[in-house]
C-alpha cells in the first residue's frame, strides 16, 4: 500500500526550535504518560537523511515536511520557533523526491510579502502547499491581511494547511485554534484547497462540518495517535458519515510515525473487536496515500521505497 504521512515537523532542537518551545510540545510524553503509538522523544528525526531512514523502515513512501516561524509573538528568552523555508528546500533535494516541501509565512507581518514568499516557493522550489499556525502565531485565519496569501494559494492550486486544535504549548491562542473559523475563509475563497490539521481535536465534529460545508476543504489525522485505536477509529467512521472518503489524509506528527499508519492498515480489527462496521477498503487506501497523491500531485511510480 502506498502511505503518505501527510504531517510531519522538521527542525533541529535547540538550533532551529528552542528548548523552552521543544519541552513544551512534547510535555504531554514526558509528563503526562500518554501512551498510545508514539516513540520515545530521544528517537525523533528531524532532519531529511534520517527522516527517509525511519520511512524505508517503517513503511512510509513519502512525508510532507513543514516549515514554520513563530518569533514574532514569542519573548526572546523562548525563542526561536523558526524552521526556515530555505532549510525545509534543503532537505526535501536531498530526498530524491521521498519528501514534499510545505512552506510557513506569517500574512500578518507582510500580507503582499506572504504571498510573493508562496509563490517562488511554489515556482521556484516544486513546494506543494503552505503551513500556517493561527494558535501559535496568534492570528484570525479570517482576518483580511490574509486575503493575497489566499488569492496566491487559489491561483496556484495548492492546499494550505492550519493547525487548528489542542497544543499542549501554554503560550498558543486558543480562541484561534477553533475548526469554524475557517468557515468564512472557504466561503471567501470557494476554490483554495484546506487542509485542517489533527481534524480539529477536540473540535472533531466541527471540522466534519466545516470540510463538509467546503468541496475543496480536507482534514488529516495528525496527532490522533495520542488516543487509543477505538477512538481513531471512531473518529474516521463519523468523518465518512458526512464527508466523502476524498476528504481524509493520513498524518501522523513525529513521534507517532513509527506506528501510527499501521494501526490505520489494522483500523478493521478494530472495527469487528467492538461490532461496528469495517470501513472500504478503498477507504483505508485514499486515507493512506491515495488524497495526498492526487492534491499534492505525487508520482507514484517514481516518489516510493523501490525506487529510492
Known amino acids: 500500500m502506498f502511505v503518505v504521512d501527510n504531517h510531519i515537523h522538521l ?4 538550533v532551529h526550535v528552542s528548548d523552552y518551545i521543544y519541552k513544551q510540545l512534547r510535555k504531554n510524553w514526558t509528563e503526562r504518560g500518554f501512551r ?6 530521544a528517537t525523533e528525526r528531524r532532519d531529511g537523511a534520517l527522516l527517509v531512514e525511519v520511512m524505508d523502515d517503517v513503511g512510509i513512501d ?52 506572504a504571498a510573493e514568499e508562496l509563490e517562488r516557493c511554489v515556482r521556484d522550489l516544486d513546494f506543494r502547499g503552505c503551513k500556517l499556525y493561527p494558535t501559535y502565531a496568534h492570528f484570525d485565519p479570517r482576518d483580511k491581511a490574509c486575503d493575497p496569501l489566499y488569492e496566491a494559494a487559489s491561483a496556484l492550486g495548492v492546499p494550505i494547511h ?4 489542542f497544543t499542549p504549548v501554554c503560550g498558543a491562542d486558543m480562541k484561534m485554534q477553533q475548526p469554524w473559523l475557517l468557515d468564512e475563509v472557504g466561503q471567501r475563497f470557494p ?9 480539529g481535536y477536540p473540535y472533531a465534529e466541527e471540522a466534519m462540518g466545516v470540510v463538509a460545508r467546503n468541496p475543496n476543504f480536507h482534514a488529516d489525522l495528525s496527532a490522533l495517535g495520542f488516543y487509543h485505536p477505538r477512538k481513531v477509529y471512531q473518529l474516521i467512521h463519523d468523518f465518512g458519515c458526512v464527508n466523502s472518503w476524498e476528504r481524509l ?12 499508519h499501521k494501526t490505520i492498515m489494522g483500523i478493521n480489527d478494530v472495527a469487528r473487536e467492538i461490532g461496528m462496521p469495517p470501513l472500504p477498503q478503498e477507504a483505508i487506501e485514499l486515507i493512506l496515500g491515495g488524497n495526498a497523491t492526487r492534491l499534492y500531485r505525487i508520482d507514484q511510480t517514481r516518489q516510493r521505497r523501490s525506487a529510492a
Not at 498510545?36 to 522523544?41: D, M, W
Not at 489524509?249 to 507517532?256: D, I, K, R, V
Request: contains cysteine; charged residues 15%.
Open 36 to 41: 498510545y503509538h508514539s516513540a520515545e522523544v
Open 191 to 199: 476554490k483554495l484547497k484546506v487542509v485542517i490539521c489533527h481534524m
Open 249 to 260: 489524509l493520513y498524518g501522523s506528527e513525529n513521534p507517532f510515525m513509527w506506528t501510527f
Open 62 to 113: 513519502v512525508c510532507c515536511v513543514l516549515a514554520g516561524n513563530w518569533n514574532r509573538v514569542l519573548p526572546p528568552e523562548q525563542r526561536p520557533y523558526n524552521v526556515p523555508n530555505a532549510f525545509v528546500a534543503d532537505q526535501v533535494r536531498a530526498s530524491n523526491g521521498r519528501l514534499i516541501g510545505i512552506c510557513s509565512v506569517d500574512p500578518i507581518i507582510d500580507p503582499w510579502g
Open 11 to 14: 527542525g533541529q532542537p535547540g
Open 162 to 165: 492550519f493547525h487548528m486544535g
